[in-house]
């Protein structure tokens, strides 16, 4: 128990002022004093936890800032070498049906492809000439080519070789058309038809300006240089201004042509949809493609919107659509939408790759999880779908199962998580992986992309365009040249039926069984 009694009241002690066993010094005030001290501990306790708690978060964000310079670092290292990469040893894949029974099990190595052509392949030959223009005789030489030695014109022989040659700067035709008019009373002026296979009163004909739209939107040159190819290579001079004026021409014929070739894109089985930007005038616009085998569409569009998918594909498509993983397709109905296996094998290669290169970063179960994926992947799209004409509802599952089983389980690695929870069930890709062994059409959209890539170097020649009416020419006259390839059609042909007859004309070359059922 303390020694200390409670004081009586009313006392006052003597001693408070001045008290000897606090030296001397008041009472009140080393009460003060006290209180005072006791606060500023108080206040300085919380001040070091606030400074404990940030400076545990400051660590956690340089902890992080450091994971994020690793990973761009890695990923720049990676885009300076991917154009110096030498051929890596690949793994064979699986191409049997049971692909990715089990995805975890690794392919045979091989040796990487040689440059050429495979083995056996049929050699490329050009055609042999089937007439001869001229004949040319050339003396035995009396000196060797080769050693400069004396050679012997008696024990000689005779050999015979075709060479082809064109002739540069030929002379151009000028053709004087003498009409024969006529009074128009409902016109109150003189008319003149056009001649037969030409253009009224155009200075420059139909097959030259066929040639220059050929130059422009097959070979993809600017029209200063269609200009300078048409005076150097045929002799036919004209301003580069002449080409839009062409153009304009032609546009009578192709916008119905275009149209048509919308509708057909709408009523196929299978289409493929991608898009990338143009320049227009310095700014972007969004170049789409929507095509197939037998039909290309291409269109030019302020923005990447939903409304924009809608546009070139319509509301619905009774069709398996192929594209990325753009959300603007959501907006179409469709049959079945298959998603890109390509783009999604791809992002996990660079996954891997960016892990890899982070040295200081040991992720296993991300580094396994991206392996299993490429493998199971890549051996998805070497399945042979045509062949499989039975149980492929039961594969589609099975790939499916294989999938999830791959996705089980979270990850640390940021890109590896976000590419899994693409593909986990409740994801919109989930459904879309694998929707082509359903359909029987192909895993990617490598045909779109091959599409879109002459205008991509085209954009990177010309620059672009300057205003919209020249966008939708790229867009009009790439379609009509791309399709004509795919049917192995002559470009050239369908350009000067454009420019000289109706269109109708122009979509008989292009489609000549449906024009005779018609």
């Known amino acids: 128990m303390s020694g200390c009694r409670k004081a009586p009241d009313g006392f006052t002690c003597p ?33 070091r936890e606030a400074m404990t708690r940030e400076n545990r978060d400051l660590h956690q964000a340089l902890r992080q800032r450091d994971a994020e310079i690793d990973r761009l670092k890695a990923e720049n290292k990676l885009l300076h070498q991917r154009g110096f990469k030498a051929g890596k040893v690949v793994k064979k894949a699986a191409t049997r049906d049971g692909a990715g029974a089990n995805a975890g099990d690794g392919g045979s ?7 050429g052509a495979s083995p056996g392949h049929k050699p490329w030959v050009r055609k042999v000439p089937d007439r001869v223009d001229r004949i040319v005789s050339v003396a035995a030489p009396l000196q060797c ?39 128009c009373p409902c016109c109150r002026r003189q008319v003149a038809q056009a001649p037969e296979g030409g253009i009224a009163f155009a200075p420059i004909g139909p097959k030259a300006k066929a040639a220059a739209l050929y130059l422009r939107h097959e070979m993809k040159l600017p029209y200063r240089k269609v200009k300078a190819a048409m005076e150097k290579l ?13 153009e304009k021409r032609a546009r009578r014929g192709a916008d119905p042509l275009h149209e048509g070739l919308v509708e057909k894109m709408r009523h196929s089985d299978l289409v493929h949809a991608d898009e990338t930007f143009w320049r227009e005038d310095g700014r972007n616009v969004i170049l789409w493609y929507a095509g197939n085998g037998e ?3 291409f269109r030019m569009d302020p923005n990447r919107s939903a409304e924009a ?14 594209t990325d993983a753009c959300a603007s397709y959501n907006a179409i109905e469709v049959r079945a939408r298959q998603s890109c296996l390509a ?10 790759q960016t892990l890899a290169a982070m040295m200081e970063t040991t992720d296993r179960p991300a580094e396994r999880f991206l392996v299993q994926l490429q493998r199971f992947l890549s051996r998805a799209c070497a ?23 791959i996705c089980s389980h979270p990850l640390e690695f940021a890109k590896a998580e976000t590419l899994r929870k693409r593909l986990l069930p409740a994801a919109r890709e989930h459904g879309e992986a694998f929707a082509f062994v359903r359909f029987g059409g192909p895993p990617t959209n490598n045909h779109a992309e091959r599409a879109l890539r002459p205008l991509v170097i085209f954009r990177k020649v010309c620059l672009g365009t300057r205003s919209a009416n020249g966008s939708e020419n790229v867009a009009i006259f790439a379609s009509i040249a791309e399709t004509a390839k795919l049917r192995g059609c002559e470009t050239l042909e369908i350009f000067e039926a454009l420019l000289t007859g109706p269109p109708e004309t122009a979509h008989e070359i292009l489609f000549p069984k449906a024009a005779r059922a018609g």
């Not at 190595?109 to 440059?115: L, N, T």
């Not at 050999?159 to 000028?174: A, F, G, N």
């Not at 783009?343 to 891997?352: G, I, P, V, Y």
Request: proline share 6%; aromatic share 8%.
């Open 234 to 246: 045929f002799g036919l001079s004209f301003v580069p201004a002449s080409c839009l004026g062409f």
């Open 309 to 322: 998918a809608r546009r070139l594909l319509g509301d619905r498509l009774d069709a398996l659509l192929v």
């Open 383 to 405: 399945l042979e779908i045509p062949k499989l004409k039975a149980h492929r509802a039961e594969l589609e599952v099975r790939l499916l199962g294989i999938l999830d089983r």
């Open 295 to 297: 039909v290309a569409v």
């Open 145 to 183: 080519p080769h050693c400069e030695s004396p050679t012997d014109p008696a024990r000689g022989d005779r050999s015979v070789h075709l060479q082809e040659d064109i002739e540069l700067r030929p002379v151009t035709v000028v053709t004087r058309f003498e009409h024969d008019t006529a009074w």
């Open 109 to 115: 190595e091989v040796a990487p492809k040689r440059r």
């Open 343 to 352: 783009h999604l094998l791809r992002n996990a290669r660079e996954s891997a």
């Open 15 to 47: 001693y408070r002022d001045r008290c000897p066993e606090a030296e001397g010094l008041p009472v009140r005030w080393l009460f003060a004093q006290h209180q005072y001290r006791f606060q500023r501990e108080e206040d300085h306790f919380r001040i």
